[in-house]
C-alpha cells in the first residue's frame, strides 16, 4: 500500500481529495491535515509515500514544506494539488521535485491518472534492481504523455455562461457583490451561480466570504482577487 498524507487547508478540497484517494486501489490515507505544522511530525514519525501537497496555505506553505522534506533526505515523493497555474509556480514545483502538479479545479479522471502513474512507477522500480537506457525511455515518456495540463470546466459549467459572469465582474471592478446580485445581473439561478463563483474562487480569481446576519441563511460576498486575464482566457477558449 502506498501510504498517503493529503495537505490541504481548504475543507471542501481536503473532502474531495479524501473522497478521491478512496477510490483508487493500493493507497491508503496516513492522514489528512490543513497545515505544515500538523504535517510535519506525522511524516517524521510515520512511514510516508507520497503527499498531496497543497502551496498556498496559512503560516508556512507548501513549499516549506518541500523543502524541509528534501532537506531531510526523505524518500517521500509528493504531487502538488493548487490552483497556482503560472509558469513560475510550476518550475519551481518540478525542480523541487513534484512527480506531477494538479492544477484546481480538475476532475476525478486527472487525478486517477496522476495516482496511477505513480503506483505504476513505483511498481516499476520495485521490480527492477537496473534499468536500460530504452526501458527509461519509455517510462518516461510514458509519463510525459500523462501530465497534460488541462483548462477543461468542471461538468455543469459552460464556457458562454462563465464568460458573461467574467465580464460583469470586470464591470463592477472592485465592488463587492453577493451571489444573488450576480445572479440577477447574469439572468441565472442563485444556485447555478454559486457553483461559477465557487469556481472562480478555487483558482484565486475572486475571493468569498461568508457573512452572517442576525436571522436568516449567510450571504456570500465576493470580490475581484487576481485580474489574470491569461488564465480566465484559457478556460474561456479551452
Same mark, same amino acid.
Given at each position: 500500500m502506498i501510504r498517503t498524507v493529503i495537505v490541504e487547508d481548504d475543507p471542501m478540497v481536503a473532502k474531495i481529495?479524501?473522497? %478521491? &484517494? @478512496? *477510490?483508487?486501489?493500493g493507497f491508503q490515507l496516513v492522514a489528512a491535515v490543513s497545515t505544515v505544522d500538523e504535517a510535519l511530525p506525522i511524516i517524521e514519525k510515520d512511514q510516508v509515500d507520497?503527499? #498531496?501537497l497543497d502551496i498556498y496555505m496559512p503560516g508556512e506553505d507548501g513549499w516549506s514544506l518541500l523543502s524541509k522534506i528534501r532537506w531531510l533526505g526523505q524518500g517521500i515523493d509528493v504531487i502538488i494539488i493548487s490552483a497556482a497555474c503560472d509558469k513560475e509556480s510550476i518550475q519551481k514545483g518540478l525542480r523541487f521535485g513534484a512527480v506531477d502538479y494538479l492544477i484546481k479545479p480538475f476532475e476525478f479522471e486527472r487525478f486517477q491518472t496522476a495516482l496511477n502513474s505513480y503506483k505504476?512507477?513505483?511498481s516499476f =522500480?520495485?521490480?527492477?534492481?537496473?534499468?536500460?537506457?530504452?526501458?527509461l525511455d519509455h517510462l518516461l515518456l510514458h509519463k510525459d504523455q500523462q501530465s497534460v495540463i488541462s483548462?477543461?470546466?468542471p461538468k455543469g459549467l459552460t464556457r458562454n455562461t462563465l464568460r458573461l459572469i467574467w465580464e460583469k465582474i470586470l464591470e463592477n471592478g472592485a465592488e463587492v457583490f453577493s451571489t444573488d446580485e450576480m445572479a440577477k445581473q447574469v439572468g441565472i439561478s442563485r444556485v447555478s451561480m454559486r457553483k461559477y463563483l465557487f469556481f472562480l474562487a478555487d483558482i484565486t480569481i475572486i475571493d468569498t466570504e461568508v457573512v452572517y446576519g442576525a436571522v436568516g441563511r449567510?450571504? =456570500? *460576498?465576493?470580490?475581484?482577487?487576481? #485580474?489574470?486575464?491569461? &488564465?480566465?482566457? *484559457? %478556460? #474561456?477558449? @479551452?
Open positions: 481529495n479524501t473522497s %478521491y &484517494l @478512496g *477510490k483508487m486501489n507520497l503527499i #498531496l505504476e512507477e513505483q =522500480f520495485d521490480e527492477q534492481e537496473k534499468l536500460s537506457q530504452e526501458e483548462f477543461e470546466l449567510p450571504i =456570500f *460576498k465576493h470580490r475581484i482577487a487576481n #485580474l489574470d486575464h491569461q &488564465l480566465m482566457n *484559457k %478556460y #474561456l477558449n @479551452g
